[in-house]
């Protein structure tokens, strides 16, 4: 079993900056895909932005929404996971989860973030 904690969230203006962080409880150096996502009051947890891995090569993919503002990046020495959110805007208000899958089939959520952009 390997255990996820975020961190990071927080209250901030619009148009001000974040860095969530997700720290896993085992090496993330086998990972083959390491995401971010969110969840709003009364929608569905979407997807924010993930990293797949295959080999040396690191496709990374940003919801629309998110595009030039949140940027993904990990660092294995730490087992980190990480979320840079700029320019932020009220409806990126929500609950953000991370989630790391292991290619011997694990599959873990972090127990989410809270994010609240607001002036």
């Known amino acids: ?20 962080s997700c720290t896993a409880s085992r090496s993330i150096l086998s990972v083959y895909f390491m995401g971010w996502y969110r969840q709003a009051p009364g929608s569905e947890r979407d997807m924010v932005a993930f990293v797949a891995i295959s080999g040396s090569v690191n496709r990374t993919n940003y919801a629309d929404s998110v595009k030039g503002r949140f940027t993904i990046s990990r660092d294995n020495a730490k087992n980190t996971l990480y979320l840079e959110m700029n320019s932020l805007k009220p409806e990126d208000t929500a609950l953000y989860y991370c989630r790391i899958r292991y290619p011997s089939g694990g599959d873990y959520w972090g127990k989410g973030t809270l994010v609240t952009v607001s002036s």
């Open 1 to 20: 079993q390997v255990q996820l904690v975020e961190s990071g969230g927080g209250l901030v203006q619009p148009g001000g900056s974040l860095r969530l």
